[in-house]
């Protein structure tokens, strides 16, 4: 064999290796979004006392310490190994993620609920990192497709799986975070090892305007996005059934429609180009508009579809856009930005709608809906201006 084809088969290799590692990753980042969805709508009504805003942060009170991890994966990368910040992560998120089955106590699942924050938020830029260490940008756009592939599959695996653990008890829904365990495994045997970034001080990692730009857009589409994820099982228990497997399937129905998104993220960016970001916004406010005026469980997968097309290709067009904006050695500080201040949109986002929610009369699911679909059509509106502008700019030089 020659030395030319001995290099392409290890470059080969390599990519098989790498591609596999982002898929296991994002799979268990999935898990994120799964967070305590399929039994939302019965803890509402196991801790009533605490009321439902309460109950509802237990969905994203893991901004919180998600902001911590994020802050730190810039400098984290400078003195560990990508590899081993993302089995740290994958740690803290298996043992937090399982141990509410064993204490059952509001307490408890809320501090473990803190906590797993921090470690979905030091493995969360990891992909991104990975990706762009790996790959020239021109590549990048469809391993962030994998990247949201990986989590459309993990989210609907956990919210299918979780729906039937949760049929059998709903403290057996916890067990599904298991899969995190499973994910350290393969990241331990297929992830590639490289060394921390040679920087004297993360400080040195320098962000630009661009990056606060998409991750101002990232706390907007967070903020309002939440609104489905933290009101569509109290919505279903309310006005359609109490059974939690319906809650599992319908958010599986979510999280299938944002792995077509990944799958073919290359071709529909590809497709809309300028436009992709904006077309992510649109995608949810229509859907938020479908569950308002389609009655029934046909608005709820409707919307659900949507909603899962809206995060999947938002997250990949803003990762994307991320990895493109600042040199190799700082993506994984801008990815970790972007987490923050998208996290800062999660972690205010049941506060925010229920405050507004009370303002149309009180904090109800519908009402929560409708503000987050005008608060998505107008955020729509001003990112599709600046895209028009963006491109007649580019044409121009």
């Given at each position: 064999m020659s030395v030319s084809e001995t290099n392409k088969k290890n470059k080969s290799s390599v990519k098989r290796r790498v591609a596999i590692s982002v898929l296991i990753i994002a799979f268990a980042f999935g898990l994120n979004i799964t967070g305590i969805l399929p039994v939302l709508g019965i803890l509402n009504e196991k801790y009533?006392?605490?009321?439902?805003?309460?109950?509802?942060?237990?969905?994203?009170?893991?901004?919180?310490?998600?902001?911590?991890?994020?802050?730190?994966?810039?400098?984290?990368?400078?003195?560990?190994?990508?590899?081993?910040?993302?089995?740290?992560?994958?740690?803290?998120?298996?043992?937090?993620?399982?141990?509410?089955?064993?204490?059952?106590?509001?307490?408890?699942?809320?501090?473990?609920?803190?906590?797993?924050?921090?470690?979905?938020?030091?493995?969360?830029?990891?992909?991104?990192?990975?990706?762009?260490?790996?790959?020239?940008?021109?590549?990048?756009?469809?391993?962030?497709?994998?990247?949201?592939?990986?989590?459309?599959?993990?989210t609907m695996v956990g919210n299918l799986l979780g729906g039937m653990l949760a049929g059998i008890g709903y403290r057996y829904f916890y067990l599904v975070y298991l899969i995190a365990f499973a994910a350290m495994i393969g990241v331990k045997i297929v992830l590639i090892e490289t060394p921390p970034v040679k920087?004297?001080?993360?400080?040195?990692?320098?962000?630009?305007?661009?990056?606060?730009?998409?991750?101002?857009?990232?706390?907007?589409?967070?903020?309002?996005?939440?609104?489905?994820?933290?009101?569509?099982?109290?919505?279903?228990?309310?006005?359609?059934?109490?059974?939690?497997?319906?809650?599992?399937?319908?958010?599986?129905?979510?999280?299938?429609?944002?792995?077509?998104?990944?799958?073919?993220?290359?071709?529909?960016?590809?497709?809309?180009?300028?436009?992709?970001?904006?077309?992510?916004?649109f995608a949810t406010a229509a859907g938020y508009g479908v569950i308002l005026f389609v009655p029934g469980m046909a608005g709820v997968y409707i919307a659900s579809a949507l909603c899962g097309v809206s995060l999947s290709c938002f997250m990949a067009i803003g990762s994307y856009l991320i990895s493109i904006s600042v040199e190799q050695e700082a993506v994984a500080k801008a990815s970790g930005m972007f987490s923050i201040i998208g996290g800062i949109g999660g972690l205010i986002a049941p506060i925010f709608l229920g405050k507004a929610a009370e303002l149309l009369g009180e904090n109800s699911a519908k009402n929560q809906f409708e503000i987050s679909f005008v608060g998505m059509l107008i955020f729509g509106v001003i990112v599709l201006i600046a895209s028009v502008k963006k491109e007649k700019k580019e044409r121009n030089q």
């Amino acid at each position: 064999m020659s030395v030319s084809e001995t290099n392409k088969k290890n470059k080969s290799s390599v990519k098989r290796r790498v591609a596999i590692s982002v898929l296991i990753i994002a799979f268990a980042f999935g898990l994120n979004i799964t967070g305590i969805l399929p039994v939302l709508g019965i803890l509402n009504e196991k801790y009533q006392q605490y009321g439902t805003s309460a109950v509802q942060l237990l969905q994203t009170i893991i901004y919180l310490l998600l902001i911590v991890g994020s802050l730190m994966v810039g400098w984290l990368t400078t003195k560990i190994s990508k590899k081993n910040i993302t089995l740290m992560g994958l740690f803290i998120v298996g043992c937090c993620g399982v141990i509410p089955f064993f204490l059952e106590s509001f307490a408890v699942l809320l501090l473990a609920r803190i906590v797993i924050g921090f470690g979905f938020g030091i493995m969360g830029p990891m992909n991104t990192a990975i990706i762009s260490e790996f790959f020239p940008p021109e590549e990048r756009a469809g391993y962030m497709g994998l990247h949201v592939v990986g989590m459309g599959i993990g989210t609907m695996v956990g919210n299918l799986l979780g729906g039937m653990l949760a049929g059998i008890g709903y403290r057996y829904f916890y067990l599904v975070y298991l899969i995190a365990f499973a994910a350290m495994i393969g990241v331990k045997i297929v992830l590639i090892e490289t060394p921390p970034v040679k920087v004297e001080k993360s400080s040195e990692l320098k962000l630009n305007k661009m990056v606060f730009v998409i991750s101002f857009a990232s706390f907007v589409h967070t903020l309002f996005i939440n609104a489905y994820n933290t009101n569509i099982g109290i919505y279903i228990l309310q006005n359609i059934t109490d059974d939690p497997s319906v809650t599992g399937v319908v958010t599986a129905v979510n999280a299938a429609f944002a792995l077509l998104v990944g799958m073919f993220f290359g071709k529909i960016s590809g497709f809309l180009k300028t436009y992709t970001l904006s077309f992510s916004i649109f995608a949810t406010a229509a859907g938020y508009g479908v569950i308002l005026f389609v009655p029934g469980m046909a608005g709820v997968y409707i919307a659900s579809a949507l909603c899962g097309v809206s995060l999947s290709c938002f997250m990949a067009i803003g990762s994307y856009l991320i990895s493109i904006s600042v040199e190799q050695e700082a993506v994984a500080k801008a990815s970790g930005m972007f987490s923050i201040i998208g996290g800062i949109g999660g972690l205010i986002a049941p506060i925010f709608l229920g405050k507004a929610a009370e303002l149309l009369g009180e904090n109800s699911a519908k009402n929560q809906f409708e503000i987050s679909f005008v608060g998505m059509l107008i955020f729509g509106v001003i990112v599709l201006i600046a895209s028009v502008k963006k491109e007649k700019k580019e044409r121009n030089q």
